[in-house]
């Protein structure tokens, strides 16, 4: 007989079979392997994962959580016309917010209250470390009554994309670059800066939103708001999610504190 036990949505469920051996029972060997391929099966990876696990992206079917993409409002080194993406800088004063970039997460507070509305409750909020996105995840929150429990810090992922050596050079060289690398190859990127500021491809930043938007859905129902410093991060992920050529993800380019619903 079987032994149905449910789970919470984030868990395997578990099906137990137990076999009783009765006259003119199977031999114990063919039992087993009956038992280990059912057991297979109870477990099988759901369908819109790949065999690692992650999303496959675009999405096979619709998703589990509603996403609400957020820029964060502009920083003081936006501000000042300078690209600074690498992460040890991320928590500097220059990273905060400007009063210009107050009030765009303000703007954008009041954007997405109306994308999701009041009926399901708050939304969670994932946010990037760097110092402008937790000043606007902060707004956020306290304009949509957020809990502490959904404002979910991303360590690294939602980081800013990398420029290496074109660290510190102005922001105006950034469509240049777009066409320098991202548009000849998902794979090309800039060389690395002696300073240790990192360089990354599209794909890197690629490899990167898909974690993000695998645990969103191995670990949430819910409504999910995801902010980001600069524009790449969520231009590549807005690509991804609507099958659009990554090496074309800049025709979605997100201005500071810009929203949108994908």
Sequence with gaps: FIIDIDAPRTMT????????PAAGAARPEIQRRRFLAAAAASTAAPAPADAS??????????????????????????????????????????????EEGAKQASAAADAVARVFGDAGGPPVVRYATARHCKQTADILGARLA?????????????????????????????PELWAQYDAKSRY????????????????????????VLSVCETTLCDDVVLVAPGSDVLSVLEASLRG??????FALAFQPGEVRYV
Excluded: M, Q
């Design 188 to 211: 090309a990127k800039p060389p690395e800066a002696e300073d240790g500021s990192y360089a990354e491809s599209v794909e890197d930043v690629y490899v990167r939103v898909r974690e």
């Design 13 to 20: 469920r578990l099906v137990l079979l137990l076999v009783v």
């Design 244 to 249: 659009r050529k990554l090496t074309d993800h």
């Design 53 to 98: 696990g992650l999303l496959l992206l675009p999405p096979t079917k619709p998703l589990t959580n509603r996403y609400v993409l957020v820029r964060a409002g502009e920083s003081r080194s936006e501000a000042d016309g300078v690209i600074e993406t690498n992460a040890a800088r991320k928590f500097l004063f220059s990273n905060g917010l400007t």
């Design 146 to 174: 957020v809990p502490s429990s959904k404002l979910l810090p991303e360590a690294d992922l939602l980081d800013a994309r990398g420029y290496g050596a074109h660290e510190g050079e102005g922001l105006w060289r950034v």
